[in-house]
């Protein structure tokens, strides 16, 4: 009975010599690898805060990044005391290739989410236009981009193609040019027209005097000379000087007596003689 008892304590005797400095430095590797992964992951998000990223943005890639790195130290520590983890990476590989497959689509979405959101061609409340759509940026997420129209339509485009594709951000800048054309008659005083339409727009309020209004000859057409009137305003008043300075100038125009005209067709009707 002794011999088998001393022949048990050997072999615990050998297994501690073995594998037991394996357990303690995995061990001590284990809570120094999480203090340095806690560390690294405040350290990003504070770089984060600074760059003012996204809040959800934010908190999804430290989740990120803290699993990532967990993993990882487990695979370390499990090499440490002997376990042999070459099947388990290649389970895992093949899990990711799996699901990275069925899932393209989305993250697809997800990585131009994540462009979006830290790149920022645009961010919420500017006007842009992708995808064929106008409209204000309400609201940015991981997967989708949601405008509102003119029309007060929601739109919803997925950021895989906002991100892949052109956007025209119109609220970049501060500063608009307001793009008008007014025709009048060849007969009409072209200086007259020039100087009523620019009064229009340095009495408007909402016009800025820099970049300052402009008026132009921009075509002699067929029937009209085309007037070129170019108005800036910030973006949030962009409609409104749209179409005040379009009603003011007609209204304008006609006090002034400058003639604008409009298509018109002449019928001449010969009599035949029987």
Do not use: C
């Amino acid at each position: 009975m002794n011999e088998q008892f001393h022949d048990y304590l050997e072999k615990a005797y050998d297994f501690i010599a073995v594998y037991g400095i394996k357990v303690v430095m995995a061990i001590i590797v284990l809570i120094i690898g999480l203090w340095i992964i806690k560390r690294l992951v405040k350290t990003t998000d504070r770089i984060m805060t600074k760059r003012d990223v996204n809040v959800s943005l934010r908190g999804f890639l430290r989740s990120l990044i803290s699993i990532l790195l967990k993993i990882m130290l487990l695979i370390s520590i499990a090499e440490m005391v002997g376990l042999k983890t070459t099947s388990f990476i290649a389970v895992l590989g093949a899990a990711g290739l799996a699901v990275g497959l069925a899932l393209q689509g989305t993250l697809a979405n997800f990585a131009g989410g994540v462009m979006i959101l830290l790149f920022k061609p645009f961010k919420v409340g500017d006007l842009i236009e992708s995808q064929g759509h106008k409209g204000k940026v309400k609201e940015i997420h991981i997967f989708v981009t949601i405008l509102t129209t003119f029309e007060n339509k929601t739109v919803i485009l997925p950021n895989a193609a906002v991100s892949n594709n052109d956007i025209v951000n119109y609220t970049t800048q501060g500063v608009l040019r307001v793009d008008l054309a007014f025709g009048i008659s060849y007969s009409s005083n072209i200086k007259e027209a020039k100087d009523t339409l620019m009064k229009i727009m340095t009495d408007h309020p909402k016009v800025l005097k820099d970049p300052a209004p402009f008026v132009g000859v921009s075509e002699l057409a067929d029937s009209s000379v085309n007037l070129a009137v170019r108005p800036h305003a910030k973006s949030e008043d962009y409609w409104e000087v749209y179409f005040d300075v379009y009603e003011a100038g007609k209204l304008a125009l006609d006090k002034a007596g400058v003639t604008i005209p409009f298509p018109q067709m002449d019928v001449h009707l010969n009599k035949l003689n029987n």
